[in-house]
Each structure stands twice: as structure tokens, then as C-alpha cells.
């Protein structure tokens, strides 16, 4: 059995016991971020955090992403969501079009989809060789490793829900004509490919999961479980990472 089999997709939450725990969450992260920042009594800039959000389509990323930034000011974060790569960006290795959002020392970044869709994506699709995505494993854990020794936390989520619960999100999005934008075409074809999007997940997991940037599996099935889950673990991430963190640049960079 998989690590998605283990997901315990029952989990819930009552809302007087999410509305609670999300409040508190949200305060929490808030005084963290001022403090990474150094806009509390610290000056001094902690580490940067980079989130990475994953997940099956309709898994709830959107919503989660939604109450972790609710509570900041919108000049302490940015979001950058990535869907297929333009001709210029494919012309360049499948990493260079991460580069440029990774946030610095103090900074704060949420990514919608990653450099996770060439083992993904790309991978069932055939937009990459057989070589490339099994190439890119070792190319993606050398790439956290480098980004977390230099100063960046990174917090990884995969959201999973089941086939019935996404299909039923997938009908409500059609009959809503404010929402429908966000079902494609390519969304339903996704769902005849489940057995091989569940086999490219579970060799994502197994072969990018390591003690830098591990992985977090949530249950998307109950959209108030998820949010609160993942704002509770990026709290916990975060202040493992501050707890840990040696600036790598110094009071003085050492030019003259």
C-alpha cells in the first residue's frame, strides 16, 4: 500500500472547532511572518518559506492558499501559480522558470503547482521523455536541498481527495457559472488517467521525500480539515526552521 491508501479521507472538523483553530492559526502565522520579516522587535530577517502546494484537481489548493495569506498584509507574500511552460520556458531547463519566485531571506511564497508537474503532468502526458522525468527526481531534491541550506524553509502539501468527492466539486464547478472558469477540458480527461496520476504521485512522494523538505499528505475531502491541518503544519514547519536557522549571509557580506 501506497502513502495515498494510508490518507484517512473521514477526517473532519465541526465548524465551531475549525472557526477556533483557524483563528489561532492565522494569528500565529501572522506573528511569524512579521518576525521573519524583522518587523517585530527583531530587525534582523529570518528565513525565507516557500510553500508548495499540491494536490488532485479540485483537491482544495485554492481554498488552503486562501486562509494562509487571509490574515498577512498583502506586501509580506506573493502567490505564483504555474501551469504548462511557455515555448521560451521550455526552451530552458524544466527548474529556471522556479528560480526568479523562490523567495530571499525574510521573504514569504506560495507556489499553485511546482517544478513537481515534470514528474506529474508531464510525465503521464508524454510532454517529457522517460529520461527527463526520471532524470528529474534527483534534479528536484538537489534543487530543495540547495534552496533549504541557504536559508529557505520549504513546506510541501499534497491534497488528496477521492474520485466521488471530486467528481461531485467538478459538477458543482459546471453548474456554476462564477466558478466554471476553473473546470477545463483537460480536468475530465485527468480523470480517465487516475490509476496513472495515482502511480506518478506515489513515486513522487517516495522519491522526493527527504529530511530537508519531506512531504505533508492531508485529506482535501473535508475542506475545513485540510485548511487547518495545513495552516497547523506550516506553523510547526516554520518554527522548526527558525529554531534551526543560521544566517548565511552575515551582519557583514564582506565586500569591500
Known sequence: ?????????????????????????????????????????????????????????????GGAIKRIVEPLDPRHYRVSAFSKPTFDEKRKHFLWRFWKEVPGL??????????????L??????????????????????????????????????????????LRRFENRQNDPLRRWKLTDEDWR???????????VEDMLDKTDHALAPWHVVSGEQKRWARVQILETLIARIEEGVASFENPVGDDDGWA
Do not use: C
Open 106 to 119: 525574510g521573504g514569504f511564497a506560495l507556489f499553485d503547482r511546482s517544478w513537481y508537474g515534470r514528474v
Open 1 to 61: 500500500m501506497g502513502r495515498l491508501d494510508n490518507i484517512d479521507l473521514t477526517a473532519q472538523l465541526h465548524k465551531e472547532e475549525y472557526e477556533e483553530r483557524l483563528y489561532a492559526a492565522q494569528r500565529k502565522l501572522l506573528a511569524l511572518r512579521l518576525d521573519l520579516g524583522g518587523l517585530l522587535e527583531d530587525p534582523e530577517l529570518g528565513p525565507g518559506v516557500l510553500v508548495v502546494m499540491e494536490g488532485s484537481d479540485a483537491g482544495g489548493k
Open 121 to 166: 503532468v508531464e510525465r503521464v502526458e508524454g510532454y517529457a521523455t522517460k529520461h527527463q522525468w526520471k532524470r528529474a527526481f534527483d534534479e528536484i531534491v538537489q534543487f530543495e536541498r540547495n534552496l533549504v541550506l541557504e536559508g529557505v524553509i520549504i513546506v510541501k502539501f499534497w491534497i488528496q481527495i477521492s474520485p466521488d468527492e471530486q
Open 190 to 200: 485527468n480523470r480517465d488517467k487516475i490509476d496513472l496520476y495515482n502511480d506518478a
